[in-house]
């Protein structure tokens, strides 16, 4: 009886403190959601905060207590849409490339045995931890001389190229996991090295290839110290141009805008994650037991 009690205190605890922990952390999202459709006097209203709550101002510039005046202005205004389509192009190629060399060579560091794969993991350790400004500094040079800067694929190469020890490091935890067993029965039903990788282990260890990649995706999606420095301001992605919105002391920027455009730019990643939600747990999982 007293067991039941406790278990029934413990179930009562933690479900209070996650309801808490879900609310604190949705309430940022859902906040920002309901004040998109506001004037600016309502969403920051200095008077009184809850005019944000009843569109105080919103009824009177716009007669209604909604209004989808910062979205309009910032995605057919603004052409918040090329940002978005170039986000798409730099968040795909990065995201395609990453997995092919990371996949690759996570798979050849795991199977190998000789100790230069330690030292390789080890200096691509290194490079993931040098702050991402660092990596572009050292870009800068050859791109303004070869006249490379503001374009999307000088920017998906610095991305890569800071994500990649990050896949290489995520794969091979997953390849580590996979016997080796299966590369040598593949090799004697006929496959060749490449085909049993192909065929045999990526199947088996596709929710670490579709976790790894959502994380590649994130870096992109959501990079601003690279696409700022790197981009000219048409090619610009969604983040950097939210940026703009906000504007600087030397122009006056659109606040609404930034804030449809923040909401715009947060709901795919909802959907992304729910969707891919039991690959990435599975995923986390298996790279969790070694490595």
């Known amino acids: 009886m007293q067991m039941q009690k406790s278990s029934r205190t413990l179930v009562i605890v933690s479900t209070v403190l996650v309801a808490i922990w879900i609310i604190l952390a949705a309430f940022p999202f859902f906040w920002t959601l309901w004040g998109s459709f506001k004037v600016q006097g309502d969403f920051f209203s200095k008077a009184d905060w809850r005019n944000a709550l009843w569109g105080t101002r919103t009824i009177i510039e716009t007669g209604g207590p909604f209004t989808g ?11 918040f849409w090329r940002a978005s389509i170039n986000t798409m192009i730099v968040v795909f190629f990065t995201v395609v490339i990453s997995l092919t060399f990371g996949t690759l060579g996570g798979y ?40 490379l800067w503001g374009h999307l694929p000088t920017t998906i ?35 060749t090295q490449l085909q049993a990788f192909r065929l045999v282990i990526i199947p088996v260890m596709w929710p670490g290839v579709i976790t790894t990649g959502l994380f590649s995706f994130l870096l992109a999606y959501n ?10 301001q048409e090619n610009q992605t969604m983040v950097p141009r939210i940026e703009a919105f906000l504007g600087s002391t030397f122009e ?9 455009a923040v909401v715009s730019a ?15 747990v599975s995923g986390l999982t298996a790279g969790a037991v070694k490595g």
């Open 252 to 260: 006056e920027g659109n606040v609404m805008f930034a804030v449809a």
């Open 108 to 147: 050849a560091l795991a199977r190998s045995g000789h100790s230069y794969a330690f030292w390789l993991l080890m200096i691509a350790l290194v490079f993931r931890a040098m702050p991402h400004i660092t990596l572009v500094s050292g870009y800068l040079l050859p791109f303004f001389q070869w006249n």
């Open 157 to 191: 190469i610095v991305l890569v190229a800071i994500n990649q020890p990050f896949t290489l490091w995520m794969l091979h935890s997953f390849f580590l996991n996979i016997p080796k067993d299966l590369d040598e029965s593949a090799k004697v039903d006929g496959c």
């Open 223 to 232: 990079d601003f110290a690279v696409t700022s420095m790197l981009l000219s």
């Open 69 to 79: 005046a910062g979205y309009e202005g910032a995605w057919i205004q603004e052409e």
């Open 266 to 280: 947060t709901a795919p990643l909802f959907v992304l994650v729910m969707f891919f939600q039991r690959q990435i």
